[in-house]
């Protein structure tokens, strides 16, 4: 008798087919801090991790709390990330915390007596650790963010890949062939090799932040063994400067789409820009800024550049990705600007 009439329901469409819960999506925003790197991700969980925070000016800070508050929709920073001590990385932070709570602080290791690449340093870094009072909390290789999850149904990993110049050590796994390519880069002494490197992993979606990491730490993350995998989405390493984005990396994570963070006269640089577009795979890059330095520079369609002029210390616009755990991803300039939707492979 139930069977009866069960099917009865079901054939007048009155049972409605179980639903699978949504699961929310990942929004990811590159705020122009003309040429520093500033990064927002809101977790599907609604919370809030900053990578780096442009530099230490007051344009920068409104700029970060003005997309914060009213494009994401948050009210504070629950997780701040130095991707290393530069200070068109950390140097904001100070100026955003008095605009709304930063609740926790990262960084790539001890903090150094100095970085003699920075002239900076030595005013701002006091100033930070006045800031965090010491509770930086050291990311390593292999960490996993601490962050909340909304939901059984996708979970959000943030995981560190590498930091203070060192790699997840991987010695099992399949060579990696792209890495005859490589052209042996040197060391580099700097900071920017210490550089923090994240994985943003949401189901089938990837997102790669490696901060200003330089070719030689790049190739390590790839080498022997490819310890990234391919990703969706690829923020160009170190603005865009040729001094990164080795082509063994790039062949090796083979992005979809990548955002460049440059600004008008810092990245985007010719070799850099011709190996993003010359690389199989890559479907759309998208600039911050166009590179007006002068001679011929490789800028990608202007359709797809968020900031084509200067536009000094007034508003500028930014950068959004949308994902979903399927893969799927928008990028869209600003709230009205541009906007390309890449459905899941
Ligand atoms: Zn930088």
Known sequence: MLTVLLSILLGLG????????????????????????????????????????????????????????????????????????????????????????????????????????????????????????????????GDMMPIRQASSVAKLEVQVLAAGRQVEDVTRGVPNPVCKETENPAPDPTQTADSIVLLFRYGKFT?????????????????????????????????????????????????????????????????????????????TVWQVHRNLKPGKQLNTSPEFIANPQREGNGKAEFIQATAEPDGAMTVQIGVLGTRRDYPPK
């Open 207 to 283: 997102f790669f932040d490696g901060g200003d990491l330089t070719r030689k730490m790049e190739e390590e993350l790839v080498c022997p063994v490819n310890t990234v995998g391919a990703v969706e989405l690829f923020q160009i390493d170190h603005h865009g400067l040729d001094l990164s984005n080795s082509p063994v990396l790039i062949h090796s994570i083979k992005p979809r789409v990548v955002v460049v963070n440059n600004g008008p006269d810092k990245g985007a640089e010719p070799k850099s820009m011709q190996t993003l577009f010359s690389a199989p795979g890559v479907e």
């Open 14 to 141: 009155r049972i409605p087919a179980p639903q699978m819960p949504q699961a929310p999506p990942l929004h990811i925003y590159w705020i122009d801090v003309e040429g520093g790197g500033c990064t927002l991700v809101v977790t599907p969980a609604g919370e809030a991790i900053l990578v780096d925070a442009g530099w230490d000016l007051d344009r920068d800070a409104t700029r970060i709390y003005d997309v914060a508050t009213k494009a994401a929709g948050v009210k504070q920073i629950d997780y701040f990330i130095a991707t290393h001590w530069h200070s068109d990385h950390y140097g904001g932070i100070i100026r955003v915390s008095h605009r709304m709570p930063v609740k926790k602080f990262y960084g790539n290791g001890p903090f150094p007596d100095s970085v003699p690449d920075d002239p900076a340093f030595p005013e701002l870094m006091p100033r930070y650790r006045a800031l965090v009072d010491d509770h930086s909390i050291i990311l390593r290789a």
